[in-house]
């Protein structure tokens, strides 16, 4: 199949949940869709209209929802893949490069990732400005890699003195995984560093919170939450947490 | 002086360039303010209006700029503080916390930050997906810290196999810190490694390209570059570059 001259696909982020974080870039691209295809959750924030058929899909088959997009936009659809937050931060972006590598005769589809704001920034900004010094973002999930993966990036990112930024801390089939985490962050950080723990960021839901390492403990985190470990100068002031310009 | 009720402070993220990036939220935040504060370039990119003042003021006296919104917005006035990109990333939210510590009679006042797309992330959209796993995102200039303590976290970063982004590679007064990064990449990693450069990113100047670290040169980075370095699994896939969500 080749693709049809007015079919396009985009790589949509719909931010953390508020829909004044929504760039109008997004906005214009799901105004124009025929087809808008994602996890449920993220599908019903998208507004039904005429002409607009809406794809929910439950969680964990990515790249079967990446493969129908590209479908249906060789076939001369106007598809938008809804990711949350950003789509190139853990989300779908990738998995559609990898759909498209199985179809390397799609490979001049009109293809756009449409950036949005990110659930680690949102959550860094809610909080003050703990990642204001260079940072790191880790997803804690294994599924797609190696446990080993991850305790070795947390050591060196500790090491580094980053700032970092956890996406997937916790989940019902991984409870234990950010026990792990807190645990090298214990071995490798300073028992004062400050933890933000930041759940369903910027949603009527939203609850964010600061405690030092010592007083961190797995339960504070679960999956709708991003943590962000400070790095060794972030410090509080008043009802703010934030990572100095500055370092030695 | 106590903070008046009525006035409140704002530091806005307006994108990397395009206003079509520019939030709902910041874009309300403008139309509600009385003054606008920021470095000159930014405050180009609001549009005069009956009743509100712009303040432009020069790179590199963000502490002062800072002061004299906290000042502004303890008299009263609805100030925005204008970054671009995110304020919370190498911008200005920081630097306003640290001129508030200067000031704590106004630790009451009310202070928003407002989030947005910054440029490291927009560069990924525009190129693929070359973020699309774990990543860092390092400030390459040395004029608030040590070159010595870039250099360790671009080595450890490297050694974790992180994705990374770097701002300010190079400026007319720092032209050799991105040569040494450079050579730093070359001890740490293998030279087909794919690094993009992504210039005035989402500008009418929008130039963006990827070269190997065998073939990348300083003079690709200027002040307005930032610069993604791929992990060790990133590839091509067309004109597009991405990282797989897998990694061993």
């Not at 931060?89 to 990738?94: E, L, R």
């Not at 792990?180 to 930041?198: G, H, K, M, V």
Request: aromatic fraction near 6%; hydrophobic fraction near 45%.
């Amino acid at each position: 199949m080749t693709a049809l001259a007015n079919g396009w696909l985009a790589v949509a982020g719909l931010g953390p949940g508020d829909e004044q974080l929504v760039t109008p870039e997004v906005r214009s691209a799901l105004d124009a869709a025929t087809d808008v295809i994602g996890y449920f959750p993220y599908i019903a924030r998208v507004a039904p209209r005429d002409g607009l058929a809406l794809h929910g899909s439950d969680n964990r088959v990515e790249l079967d929802r990446a493969a129908h997009a590209l479908q249906l936009a060789a076939a001369g659809a106007r598809v938008v893949i809804v990711s949350s937050g950003d789509p190139g931060v853990f989300a779908m972006a990738s998995a559609l490069f990898e759909a498209l590598e199985g179809r390397p005769d799609l490979i001049d589809l009109d293809i756009r990732i449409l950036p949005g704001i990110t659930a680690m920034l949102a959550a860094s900004a809610r909080a003050g400005a703990p990642l204001g010094h260079d940072f790191c973002a880790i997803n804690l999930s294994d599924n797609l890699k190696p446990w080993a993966l991850v305790e070795r990036r947390l050591r060196l990112a500790a090491q580094a003195d980053f700032a970092m930024g956890f996406y997937n801390p916790r989940s019902a089939s991984r409870p234990y995984q950010f026990a792990q985490a807190l645990e090298i962050l214990r071995q490798e950080c300073e028992p004062d560093r400050l933890i933000t723990f930041a759940r369903a960021v910027t949603t009527p839901d939203e609850r964010i919170s600061t405690v030092t390492l010592a007083e961190a403990t797995p339960e504070m985190a679960d999956m709708r939450t991003v943590v962000i470990v400070g790095n060794s100068a972030t410090k509080r002031l008043g009802r703010f947490v934030y990572t100095p310009r500055r370092a030695d």
